[in-house]
C-alpha cells in the first residue's frame, strides 16, 4: 500500500514551452501534497506545499507564478512549469501525506531537461 | 528551506567496512528519518526515529538520534557494493502536516 506515481517519468521540452508533472496517490487519500526540487549533486529543496481544494503554499524564493500547483482531488496534485528555461532542469519529486494518517510517501520523481 | 549540515559529505570505503553519516539540524522535531537515493533515482526509506527515542536498528543500520545536540548518526555494518548511494537525513517538524525537511547529503562510495 501507500504507493505514490508521477507522470511522466522524464520530459525533455524547450525552452518557453510548459510542462505539466502529475503526482497522484494510487491506494491513499491525500489533503496534502508536497514539491521539491533536487537539482545535481544536491539535496531535495522543499518548493511548495500543496492542499486539496485550496491555494498552494510556496517556500520562500520560489515563484508562484512561475510554478502552478492544483490540487484538485484527494488523489492528484499537478505541478505545472511555465515557460520553462534551462535553469528549471531539475528532478522534481512529490509526497503525499495521507489524510488524516502519518508519514509522507514520495513518488519515483520526473526528471525535466529544459534544452 | 535546508535542516543543516550532513558530514562527510563523501565518503569511499571498502566492502565489509562500516560507514558511518552523521546529520545535523537546527529546529524541534517530531522524529528524524533516513533515506536513500541511488544515482538519479527516487528515494528509498530507511529508517524512522522519533524525537523520545535515542536508537534504533535495522538489519545492518543503525540510528541514534541526541535531541540535546540536534544530531543524529547512520551507521551501516559490514558494508556492500550495494550500499553505494547518497544518504540524506530529514526531519518533520512538531507541527502537524509539516514537510519534510532534508539535510545535504552524504554520498558513499562501497568498493569491492
Known amino acids: 500500500g501507500a504507493v505514490v506515481s508521477q507522470h511522466p517519468s522524464w520530459v525533455i521540452c524547450k525552452s518557453g514551452t510548459s510542462v505539466k508533472i502529475e503526482c497522484r496517490s494510487l491506494d491513499f487519500q491525500a489533503t496534502t501534497m508536497f514539491w521539491y526540487r533536487q537539482f545535481p549533486k544536491q539535496s531535495l529543496m522543499l518548493m511548495a506545499t500543496s492542499n486539496e481544494g485550496s491555494k498552494a503554499t510556496y517556500e520562500q524564493g520560489v515563484e508562484k507564478d512561475k510554478f502552478l500547483i492544483n490540487h484538485a482531488s484527494l488523489t492528484l496534485s499537478t505541478l505545472t512549469v511555465t515557460s520553462a528555461h534551462p535553469e528549471d532542469s531539475s528532478f522534481y519529486i512529490c509526497s503525499a501525506r495521507p489524510t488524516g494518517g502519518l508519514g509522507q510517501y514520495f513518488g519515483p520523481g520526473t526528471r525535466l531537461t529544459v534544452l | 528551506s535546508q535542516q543543516g549540515e550532513e558530514d562527510p559529505q563523501a565518503l569511499s570505503i571498502q566492502e565489509g567496512e562500516n560507514a558511518t553519516m552523521n546529520c545535523s539540524y537546527k529546529t524541534s522535531i517530531n522524529n528524524l528519518q533516513w533515506y536513500r537515493q541511488n544515482s538519479g533515482r527516487g528515494l528509498v526509506h530507511l529508517i524512522l526515529i522519533r524525537s523520545n527515542e535515542r536508537e534504533k536498528h535495522s538489519g545492518r543500520l543503525r540510528v541514534t538520534l541526541d535531541t540535546s545536540k540536534k544530531s543524529s548518526s547512520l551507521l551501516i555494518t559490514a558494508s556492500r557494493a550495494a550500499d553505494t548511494a547518497s544518504y540524506f537525513c530529514?526531519?518533520?517538524?512538531?507541527?502537524?502536516?509539516?514537510?519534510?525537511?532534508f539535510g545535504k547529503g552524504t554520498t558513499l562510495s562501497v568498493s569491492s
Open positions: 530529514a526531519t518533520e517538524g512538531n507541527q502537524a502536516g509539516t514537510a519534510l525537511i
